[in-house]
C-alpha cells in the first residue's frame, strides 16, 4: 500500500498540502539524530452515529508538547493550535472508517551540528485508516536480550524518536526468535514493558502495572485502563515485577494506543492462564471498547467528536 492511497491530505507546518507532497529534506536533523518527539492517537468511526471520535486527543497532545520540552525541541504551537490542527488534517481527508493519527516534531534541516538551536522546529500530522496493530485474539512474547534504555540515560518518559531504536531492535529480536511482540526488562532486571505497550499481570483478582520507575513510557491506554478498572471494583497496584511473576500470572495484556488492549497468552514458550484471553483481560477489553466508542456517558470528556 503506498503511502497516500488513503489519505489525500497531511498537515505541515501550518498549513494541508497533498499527502503527495508531503516530504523533507535528506538533510532533515531528525533523519540523523533521531531529534523528534511524536505521539499515536486513534480515532473510531461509529456507524450509528455517523461520527469519528478521537480518543483523549487533548491528553496526547500535551504529551508531545511535555515530550519537546524534555529533549528541548522548541514548539511554536500550543496546546489548541494542536489540537485544532488535528481536528482539521481528520475532517479534511472525510475519514469514515477507524483511523490512526501520528503527529510529530521534528528538528528540521539547516545544520548538522548536534545542537538543535541551530535548525528550525517543524510539525506535521498524518492520519490514516488503521486496523489492529497486534493480534486481538492474543499474543505470544519473548522477554528479549535487548534491556529497556535506563531512565538515567534517556528521558524516557519522552515519547522520543530516538529512543524507538530500542524497541525497534528488541521487537526484531522477537521476531525472529518467532514471537509476535517483545518485552524488555529495565536496567535492574524488572519488567518494563512492551516494544510499544505497557504490559498488566493479573494474580488472584488483582492487576498490577510496572511502576514509572521502571522506565516505561507512562501510556495513556495505560492511565485509562487503571482507571476502569478500578471503577469496575479491580485492585490496581504499580509495583515492580520480576520476570519469573510473568510465567506464574493468571492473565496478562498488553496497552497502547495502536496496540489498544492486547491479550499475552504465551511468555517465553510458557502457557498463560488457559492459553486465551483470561476473563479479566475480557472485562476490561469489553469496556474499553465501548468507551473509546463514545457509548459510556462518564467518559465522554475523553472523547472529541470529529463532525
Ligand atoms: N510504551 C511504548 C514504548 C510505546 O511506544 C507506547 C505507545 C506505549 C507504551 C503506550 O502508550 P499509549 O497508551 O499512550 O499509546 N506506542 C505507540 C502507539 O501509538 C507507537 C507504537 C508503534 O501505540
Same mark, same amino acid.
Given at each position: 500500500?503506498?503511502?497516500?492511497?488513503?489519505? $489525500? +491530505?497531511?498537515?505541515?507546518? =501550518?498549513?494541508?498540502?497533498?499527502?503527495?507532497?508531503?516530504?523533507?529534506?535528506?538533510?532533515?536533523?531528525?533523519?540523523?539524530?533521531?531529534?523528534?518527539?511524536?505521539?499515536?492517537?486513534?480515532?473510531?468511526?461509529?456507524?450509528?452515529?455517523? /461520527?469519528?471520535?478521537?480518543?483523549?486527543?487533548?491528553?496526547?497532545? *500535551?504529551? @508531545?508538547?511535555?515530550?519537546?520540552?524534555?529533549?528541548?525541541?522548541?514548539?511554536?504551537?500550543?496546546?489548541?493550535?494542536?489540537? !485544532?490542527?488535528?481536528?482539521?488534517?481528520?475532517?479534511? !481527508?472525510?475519514?469514515?472508517?477507524?483511523?490512526?493519527?501520528?503527529?510529530?516534531?521534528?528538528? =528540521?534541516?539547516?545544520?548538522?551540528?548536534?545542537?538543535?538551536?541551530?535548525?528550525?522546529?517543524?510539525?506535521?500530522?498524518?492520519?490514516?485508516?488503521?486496523?489492529?496493530?497486534?493480534?486481538?485474539?492474543?499474543?505470544?512474547?519473548?522477554?528479549?536480550?535487548? $534491556?529497556?534504555?535506563? /531512565?538515567?540515560?534517556?528521558?524516557?518518559?519522552?515519547?522520543?524518536?530516538?529512543?524507538?531504536? /530500542?524497541?525497534?531492535?528488541?521487537?526484531?529480536?522477537?521476531?525472529?526468535?518467532?514471537?509476535?511482540?517483545?518485552?524488555?526488562?529495565?536496567?535492574?532486571?524488572?519488567?518494563?514493558?512492551? %516494544?510499544?505497550? !505497557?504490559?498488566?499481570?493479573?494474580?488472584?483478582?488483582?492487576? +498490577?502495572?510496572?511502576?514509572?520507575?521502571?522506565?516505561?513510557?507512562?501510556?495513556?491506554?495505560?492511565?485509562? *485502563?487503571?482507571?476502569? %478498572?478500578?471503577?469496575?471494583?479491580?485492585? *490496581?497496584?504499580?509495583?515492580?515485577?520480576?520476570?519469573?511473576?510473568?510465567?506464574?500470572?493468571?492473565?496478562?495484556? @498488553?496497552?497502547?494506543?495502536?496496540?489498544?488492549?492486547?491479550?499475552?497468552?504465551?511468555?517465553?514458550?510458557?502457557?498463560?492462564?488457559?492459553?486465551?484471553?483470561?476473563?479479566?483481560?475480557?472485562?476490561?477489553?469489553?469496556? +474499553?471498547?465501548?468507551?473509546?466508542?463514545?457509548?459510556?456517558? $462518564?467518559?465522554?470528556?475523553?472523547?472529541?467528536?470529529?463532525?
Amino acid at each position: 500500500m503506498s503511502a497516500c492511497s488513503k489519505a $489525500r +491530505y497531511i498537515w505541515m507546518d =501550518g498549513e494541508l498540502i497533498e499527502c503527495e507532497r508531503a516530504y523533507v529534506h535528506i538533510l532533515t536533523h531528525a533523519l540523523h539524530y533521531g531529534t523528534a518527539v511524536f505521539e499515536g492517537i486513534r480515532g473510531y468511526w461509529s456507524e450509528d452515529e455517523r /461520527n469519528l471520535y478521537i480518543f483523549r486527543l487533548r491528553d496526547h497532545m *500535551v504529551r @508531545m508538547i511535555n515530550s519537546a520540552r524534555i529533549v528541548g525541541l522548541r514548539l511554536s504551537y500550543g496546546i489548541e493550535d494542536l489540537v !485544532n490542527a488535528v481536528i482539521r488534517t481528520v475532517k479534511v !481527508n472525510e475519514f469514515q472508517e477507524n483511523i490512526y493519527i501520528r503527529p510529530i516534531a521534528f528538528a =528540521g534541516e539547516g545544520s548538522i551540528s548536534l545542537d538543535t538551536s541551530k535548525v528550525p522546529t517543524r510539525v506535521s500530522i498524518a492520519a490514516f485508516p488503521f486496523g489492529h496493530y497486534l493480534k486481538p485474539k492474543g499474543v505470544r512474547v519473548k522477554v528479549v536480550s535487548w $534491556r529497556r534504555v535506563p /531512565n538515567y540515560s534517556m528521558p524516557v518518559i519522552a515519547k522520543a524518536s530516538g529512543i524507538y531504536l /530500542n524497541s525497534v531492535i528488541a521487537l526484531s529480536e522477537a521476531l525472529s526468535s518467532g514471537y509476535d511482540e517483545a518485552i524488555l526488562l529495565d536496567w535492574r532486571g524488572y519488567v518494563s514493558e512492551g %516494544s510499544g505497550e !505497557n504490559i498488566f499481570v493479573v494474580k488472584r483478582g488483582v492487576i +498490577y502495572t510496572p511502576p514509572t520507575y521502571a522506565s516505561i513510557l507512562e501510556g495513556i491506554t495505560r492511565d485509562s *485502563v487503571i482507571k476502569i %478498572s478500578r471503577e469496575l471494583g479491580y485492585e *490496581v497496584v504499580e509495583r515492580d515485577i520480576a520476570r519469573e511473576e510473568l510465567y506464574t500470572a493468571d492473565e496478562i495484556f @498488553m496497552s497502547g494506543t495502536a496496540a489498544e488492549i492486547t491479550p499475552v497468552v504465551e511468555v517465553d514458550g510458557r502457557v498463560i492462564g488457559i492459553g486465551s484471553p483470561g476473563p479479566i483481560t475480557e472485562k476490561i477489553m469489553e469496556y +474499553y471498547k465501548k468507551i473509546v466508542y463514545n457509548r459510556v456517558p $462518564r467518559y465522554r470528556e475523553w472523547i472529541t467528536p470529529v463532525y
